[in-house]
């Protein structure tokens, strides 16, 4: 039994199994045929649930419900970490959230927090929302993502108040909860821009950020860190910075992306100049378009000068916004 409950606080969800499996073996031989048969029965009903992706570990089910559902997007991802092209700061930065994490009661048992309040801040496509989907996946956590354009309304009080439900969702549903384009709710005070409402609902989330003692993992993405108001640094545990890919990140996300076709050696220079500016998105987007040139040629070989022309392209695109 402490080995059921101490894997369902760390949201390892095989180890769960596991030992719910030889709980129920035990009871099947001390001739509690009863209970080892209703056991089988909802261990069968929580594999197939995983199997379909409606849970995403030893968590139960997640649905927002009321307005919750129109504040809230859910899903179960399994992405991982290691599927994606971090810098070493990043991997050191997010490595300890994930640790300290799944640490938090021997942290507790303290008197100290794990890091729960993440700031992600970097140009667009360079990997903040896949950060988030990737610590659900690591944690085995549903991640719930804000809808803005339901939070945000003109009437006087009433974005506040759906925040508010939004973060007493943490506290009974245990996830990650990402507020994308954060700068819409977490812009500057007193600029020139601003607007009471906006201002109000900033200082009710600075409130509610700082009381907020849940077990939920809070994480916040923005492409205009320059306009973020100051208070709000000090509220989360960390600010990772994200970067456009250096060279040797450009090679990894190719080969990477490429991995399932048959890729000859690359003049390497040059797809790193035309891949130069280009963020992580826009390089996968390139490598997914010279993909799809080969599979529709019936060939097995990525053809180097369409990457380049599709790399090309991108910066062209991006240029043009």
């Not at 803005?148 to 245990?174: C, D, P, Q, V």
């Not at 019936?298 to 090309?312: A, F, K, P, W």
Request: hydrophobic content about 40%; overall charge neutral.
């Amino acid at each position: 039994m402490k080995s059921l409950l101490r894997s369902y606080s760390e949201a390892d969800s095989e180890r769960f199994l596991a030992v719910a499996t030889q709980i129920t073996a035990h009871a099947a031989r001390s001739g509690k045929t009863k209970l080892a048969s209703e056991l089988k029965e909802l261990l069968e009903e929580i594999k197939q649930k995983q199997q379909s992706d409606r849970i995403g570990g030893a968590v139960p089910v997640a649905r927002p419900q009321g307005e919750l559902q129109f504040l809230l997007s859910v899903s179960y991802p399994k992405t991982r970490l290691s599927e994606m092209v971090l810098g070493q700061v990043q991997q050191e930065s997010l490595a300890r959230v994930l640790h300290e994490y799944r640490q938090q009661s021997k942290l507790r048992h303290h008197g100290l927090s794990a890091r729960r309040k993440l700031l992600l801040v970097g140009p667009p496509g360079c990997g903040k929302t896949m950060t988030s989907k990737a610590l659900a996946g690591e944690l085995k956590l549903p991640h719930f993502a804000v809808q803005l354009h339901s939070l945000i309304t003109k009437f006087m009080g009433e974005t506040a108040a759906k925040l508010h439900a939004i973060f007493e969702a943490m506290n009974e549903t245990r996830g990650i909860y990402l507020f994308d384009e954060f700068d819409a709710i977490g812009g500057e005070r007193g600029s020139k821009n601003d607007v009471g409402e906006i201002r109000r609902v900033l200082n009710s989330f600075l409130q509610f950020l700082e009381q907020d003692d849940s077990d939920s993992l809070i994480v916040a993405a923005t492409n205009n860190v320059q306009i973020l108001d100051d208070a709000l640094f000090r509220r989360f545990d960390d600010v990772i910075t994200y970067e456009f890919p250096n060279a040797a990140a450009v090679r990894k996300l190719i080969l990477n992306r490429l991995a399932p076709f048959c890729v000859p050696s690359f003049e390497w220079s040059g797809l790193e100049a035309a891949a130069e500016t280009l963020s992580h998105a826009d390089i996968c987007q390139a490598c997914d378009n010279a993909a799809k040139d080969a599979v529709l040629s019936d060939r097995d070989t990525i053809d180097e000068s369409v990457l380049q022309r599709s790399l090309l392209n991108r910066k062209r695109h991006r240029s043009r916004k």
